[in-house]
């Protein structure tokens, strides 16, 4: 692995990241390219949110002692903003998925044996605070809290001790640690999230919380679009706003919980409303390629009645054009 160096290019924020309303000289700093670091690679249909893309970057220019709390509902897009950035920067990462089975040996390392040797593999921790990289932790809230303690003298700064090999790893001056989760550290206040824990006291009180929203209409529009141009040439122009429509009537259903006549275990997100607009246009020359694509993207994961709610959306947004009740 290859150590990062110094943060000397500027990166265009109109050019680089798409920002239309940014000022032609506004830069940000990143790496040189070097395909020997683990930079992301980036989606290049991915449309960066000015708000997000301003405090991710003031965190990674000035982190002081925290680390970067990214809290947004299912799909939302908080790992995909951190990459896509990253990528944008040329900065490092790696990243790792928290869950209750997540143990310390996955952050620090651990030692296998190789063809009779035993040999010392470091965890992303590690590697990221020897190496200088970006620390990505997604889902931390789903980790028990007593395995993330290791982290409370790493935010301060100490270096971390590997038992196994009586190393010490000082933390680069690039090495930075970011956490994703559906919560915002204490614990699940909406009932829509089982498993998720709160934080202990002394690692919430380290963060710095970016709320992350689905994603605005506007700029829904514009990935849908970007990511699918045959789209609005098969099935009319109005369709991306339709499309984008029931997702947010899906998302406000999801995040009612309870409240709602038909409640919904999941709510069509980003991701989903991407994979049926790419489904669409290649089932263009069926005969109901919106609803195929549907089925298939999102409601056939469904609970029948479910399935039907999300019908009778569809059918208020398209009309006799969606093809009766049959999902
Ligand atoms: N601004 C965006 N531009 C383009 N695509 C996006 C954008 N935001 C989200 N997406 C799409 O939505 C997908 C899901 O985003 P992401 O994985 O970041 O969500 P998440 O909030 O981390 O979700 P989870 O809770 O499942 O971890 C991305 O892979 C991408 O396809
Ligand atoms: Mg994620």
Redesign the pocket.
Known sequence: MKTTTERNKAVNVRKGFGIEDAKSDVYLAGFEFDAELPIPAG?E?????RRILRKVNNFLDNPRKDFLW?A??????????I??IASKLNYPVVATNGSEDTMVSDFIGKTDLVNGNTVFTYGALAKAMKYGYIFLL??MDRIPPGRLTVLHDVLDGLPLHIDETSETVVPHKNFRFIA?G?SCGNGDDTGLYQGVFALEMALNDRKRLIR?PY?DKE?EHK?LRA?EPDLEQCEGADVVEKMVRLANITRDRFLSGSDVDQPLSMPL???SL?KWAGLVVDYADTDNPLREGLEEAYTDSLKPEQRMAINEIAEGIWGDAWGGNSL
Do not use: P
């Not at 249909?45 to 949110?49: A, E, K, N, S």
């Open positions: 989606d249909h991915y449309v960066f949110d990214m947004g509902d299912a799909g939302a897009g908080k790992t995909s903003s990459l896509n997604n889902e994703s559906n992350v994603v700029i990935i990511s997100t980003t991701r991407r």
